[in-house]
């Protein structure tokens, strides 16, 4: 029977250290990039800020009675609301990217790293001892059940970013219902 050779598992290391590797990679340059669209995002809003900060204080010198006054800041009001609603949107949609991106990866590169294991587990499986086999089995137990738990909790923590993801949509995409739920 021939024995389990340590080039096997320094393949299944190697392997595993470079999916790893991949993961940060990819990890780094989407946060990169999702946080040039946070700054670029910023910057725009408070250019816009400064430029109706700006147009309010013009007009706020112009009026001549408290009626002007508070048709003003009225008129203000929802505009800035609407706003504020569009920033939390694109900010929600900024990091629903980055998590999409961040789970692709992890995912695409896990399973490579199982699919690697799986193929050490299968080239061992004839070169196990016969007295232990028992250990061998324990050992393809235990990562199936890890296989298992993997992809109940990915599917889990995809449906919980979903539902989260749809509550932050629904309600910013609906500025009325705030004030009524909250009542």
Known sequence: MPALKPDQFSAATISSLQAQLAIW??????????????????????????????????????????????????????????????????????????QADFAGAVKAEVEESRQAMAKLGGNTAGTVPGGAVNMADAMKSAFDSANAAYTQFFKTANASTEALQSSLFANTNKPGQGGAKAR
């Open 25 to 98: 990679s990819q990890f780094a340059d989407k946060s990169f990039e999702n946080a040039t669209k946070l700054a670029e995002l910023n910057v725009n809003m408070f250019k816009a800020a400064l430029e109706e900060s700006s147009a309010a204080g013009r007009n706020l010198l112009s009026v001549k009675d408290p009626q002007d006054l508070l048709a003003m800041t009225s008129a203000q009001a929802q505009p800035q609301i609407g706003q504020a609603l569009s920033y939390g949107r694109e900010i929600s949609e900024i990091w629903a990217s980055m």
